[in-house]
């Protein structure tokens, strides 16, 4: 496995539990798993048993929780090279970046210099980086002068400069994956990630929307929008033709799943395609807020809808840095 059999796949981020689920469905799609959590071998030497065909990523998730380490402490080798042997590209066990900490990034991208490919260094990533356009582009700098393939974590997706920033780092000549994005995975692929990365939540995805929302709420929203009647039915096979607002838990899982992996294929990569389909969810939002009362601006959505590319040309096949000796 290299970093480059990962170009333009939308995975599925998960902990070690849910693989089961999770790996069927994904096998259906140009997609793979991002197994989160400190202790995945297991759980990849039973994938591997059952022969499963897409990529595997293992995040360590050192960056979050109560506790959360600073990216200054470094790297685990013995992470990294547990990866190697299982065959897979090591994605770095990576503490918090927070915005400006030079000192740590530099610690993690001199101590991934040390390992041998294939790898992806890890960034978990404060929206400060991304705020702040001469600290993003120094950061932009300093990626492609270390010539490695990077995993981003941003801080948030939500906003409109934390979105433009994260589009705008997509520019760099390394491979830049962004991890547990949720839809935003499916925007930073259509705008020049190597890959992306969707964390899955609990709630129930609804294409229209692009969003995921309770079932309950999907009931009074179809109820309630007659004239909206054939946007609700769902084709995926959780589904099969019906509206789904009566979907057990592990259902509405399965079938947010299925609706991204699907949505993610016909997108192809393409931002002009994916602002498109923002625009015609931001239609039917509006739609719905005339029927809905305090019905929530959909934030995330508009930050894409409303993006101006930047700049600067973006990188290709082939543009890519050499790692550096």
């Known amino acids: 496995m290299s970093v480059d059999n990962l170009r333009h796949r939308l995975l599925v ?34 994938l591997q048993r059952l022969h499963y065909p897409g990529p595997i990523l293992c995040d360590a998730a050192r960056y979050t929780g109560r506790h959360s380490v600073p990216a200054s402490v470094g790297l685990t080798a013995a992470w990294i090279a547990e990866q190697h042997d299982l065959g ?22 001199t101590d991934a210099s040390n390992h041998p490919p294939p790898l992806l260094v890890t960034l978990p990533l404060a929206a400060g980086w991304f705020i702040e356009r001469p600290r993003l582009n120094q950061l932009i700098t300093t990626l492609n002068e270390a010539g ?15 979105t433009s920033g994260l589009v705008r780092l997509l520019t760099a000549t390394v491979p830049v994956v962004v991890l547990r994005a949720d839809v935003g995975a499916l925007g930073a692929v259509c705008n ?13 995805f609804v294409p229209a929307l692009l ?48 609706t991204q992996l699907a949505l993610g294929d016909r997108l192809r990569h393409d931002p002009a395609t994916w602002r498109e389909q923002c625009g015609r969810a931001l239609g039917v939002h509006r739609a719905v807020g005339e029927v809905m009362p305090n019905w929530p601006p959909p934030t995330a959505l508009r930050s894409w809808h409303d993006l101006e590319p930047p700049a600067i040309p973006r990188q290709t096949s082939g543009e890519h840095a050499r790692r550096l000796p």
């Open 88 to 109: 897979l590209v090591a994605l770095t066990d990576s503490g918090y970046l927070a915005a400006g900490d030079w000192m740590g990034l530099d610690r993690l991208l």
């Open 148 to 162: 490695l393939p990077v995993a981003v974590v941003p801080g948030s997706c939500g906003g409109q400069p934390v």
């Open 13 to 46: 981020q998960c902990p070690p539990e849910r693989a089961d689920t999770v790996a069927p469905i994904t096998n259906r799609y140009h997609s793979g798993l991002v197994l989160t959590g400190p202790k995945p071998s297991t759980t990849v030497r039973h």
């Open 211 to 258: 969003g995921h929302h309770r079932s309950a709420v999907l009931a009074r929203i179809v109820a309630r929008t007659p004239g909206l009647a054939g946007l609700w039915p769902c084709d995926c096979p959780e589904c099969a033709g019906t509206v789904p607002t009566h979907l057990s838990a592990g259902g509405i899982y399965r079938h947010s799943l299925h």
């Open 192 to 204: 020049g990630a190597h890959a992306g990365a969707l964390g899955i939540t609990s709630g129930l």
